[in-house]
């Protein structure tokens, strides 16, 4: 037994709290059937004073005292509660005793000594527990003090077999409510044990593997759902990451193999100085391809991971687009494609990484050109929209195909596969560009159409210096 387990806890929680409830229940109970059974008595001895009362008024006008005294015992024995009352006028002297309390010497308060509404009061009398009612009347212009009695004996041996019973009860209760509490959680609590063993079952090896989801509808098919919903999630972030070190390793090997290759034909026999300098030339441009290629990797791990932050400050967005698309007419210009760039006023500040921002226009560049047949068209749009600015790269290429739409923001994803290394990259722009604006709190809107061209469109806040 686990005192940390949850069918543990859930036991001694639900034990604890039915116990207070029981003991409250219990005393509340004990004391409410006490002020019940003695609130009966006291009634009934209030009845016998009035009655007592009216016998009086009837009779002690027309009787002598002994008279009225042998009147008072047939009325003692022939009334209810028997003969257990007395009475005696305001200078103490009794009118009628009944025996049993004379015997026990029970004594009486005078009228002065006593409130109008009477005095209850519980003595022993002959070994037994009396309660007692005195009550000062006026009969006839005269003060009397009545008092009556009736035996409780019954009512507190009725009383402590109560209490006996409770404190037996409760206990017992307690036993058979934990038990079943225990047999409750277990039976609860047995769908959790399944589902943690179906999840332990799942590894790396098998993530294909589901939790069974009963239909219920309650916490644990929310649970078990959630789970799976959760299993989907790391399935796909585990495909993504052997998808993702396949390629790198692919394109890895690519130039590694390149500088090799070139490496060992420069030095298997002499060269001339030509020769070992377009060796150098070409080793130096698979180098600079795979550290190209290493920084974008770099990048996107660390955004992965959430160590990659951009700090946003205000931008110059005029001279940022003016500076890349110096570099853009650079690349357009060996395909023969006319690059276009809307001039934008100077002085719109943006909120925005410098550097980044830069990044992010080169990349859409970049791809716009790559996927442009010789003879067509790039063009770059900025304008103001609002508080936002509105930055579009368009081209007029061969646009994108429906089923490749979904994925051209997947890392080493290339629409068109026949591609080159030199032509068609290695397909980390575009995941680099998502990751750009995701951080700067914007997103890549996409519009295209197979054969005509693509626009590739995102905002940044405009901010006033």
């Not at 300098?277 to 290629?293: K, V």
Request: overall charge negative.
């Amino acid at each position: 037994m686990n005192p940390r387990s949850i069918r543990f806890r859930l036991t001694a929680w639900y034990s604890a709290i039915l116990a207070a409830a029981l003991i409250a229940f219990g005393i509340l109970g004990f004391f409410a059937l006490k002020q019940s059974l003695f609130h009966a008595v006291d009634e009934t001895l209030e009845d016998r004073v009035a009655g007592v009362k009216r016998f009086m008024e009837e009779q002690t006008a027309s009787l002598s005292v002994r008279e009225i005294r042998d009147e008072f015992r047939e009325h003692s024995v022939l009334g209810p509660g028997g003969d257990l009352f007395q009475v005696c006028d305001a200078t103490g002297v009794w009118l009628y005793r009944s025996a049993a309390l004379e015997n026990a010497g029970a004594t009486i308060e005078l009228p002065g000594q006593i409130g109008s509404g009477g005095v209850f009061t519980e003595r022993v009398v002959a070994g037994a527990l009396v309660r007692f009612y005195a009550k000062p009347v006026q009969v006839l212009g005269k003060a009397y003090t009545i008092q009556v009695a009736s035996p409780v004996d019954e009512l507190v041996e009725g009383m402590r077999s109560f209490q006996w019973t409770l404190v037996l009860a409760i206990p017992a209760l307690l036993l058979a409510a934990a038990a079943g509490g225990w047999w409750l959680s277990h039976r609860a609590l047995a769908p959790v044990d399944a589902i943690t063993a179906a999840a332990r079952s799942i590894e790396g090896k098998n993530l294909d593997r589901r939790l069974p989801v009963a239909a219920t509808d309650d916490e644990l098919q929310r649970l078990s759902t959630t789970l799976n919903q959760m299993l989907d999630r790391i399935e796909g972030a585990f495909e993504r990451v052997r998808r993702f070190t396949a390629d790198a390793s692919h394109e890895l090997r690519t130039p590694i193999a390149l500088v090799r290759t070139s490496a060992e034909l420069a030095l298997r026999k002499p060269r001339s100085e030509q020769e070992y300098r377009d060796a150098l030339q070409e080793i130096l441009g698979e180098a600079e391809r795979t550290t190209e290629l290493l920084e974008d990797l770099l990048s996107l791990a660390r955004a992965d991971a959430g160590k990659a932050s951009l700090e946003l400050t205000n931008v110059d967005a005029s001279e940022v687009l003016r500076e890349a698309g110096v570099v853009g007419e650079r690349l357009a210009e060996p395909k023969g494609l006319a690059f276009e760039m809307a001039r934008l006023t100077p002085g719109l500040n943006v909120r925005a990484n410098r550097e980044a921002f830069r990044r992010l226009l080169l990349i859409l560049m970049d791809n716009a050109v790559k996927y442009t047949p010789a003879g067509g068209k790039v063009n770059v749009e900025a304008k103001r929209v609002g508080g936002t600015l509105v930055v579009e790269v368009r081209d007029n290429g061969c646009g994108i195909r429906p089923e490749d739409a979904p994925h051209i923001f997947e890392r080493f994803y290339r629409a068109d596969a026949s591609r080159n290394r030199d032509s068609g990259g290695v397909g980390l722009g575009l995941a680099l560009a998502e990751w750009i604006a995701t951080a700067h709190e914007t997103a890549i809107q996409v519009e295209t159409k197979e054969g005509e061209g693509s626009t590739f469109r995102f905002r940044l806040e405009v901010t006033e210096v």
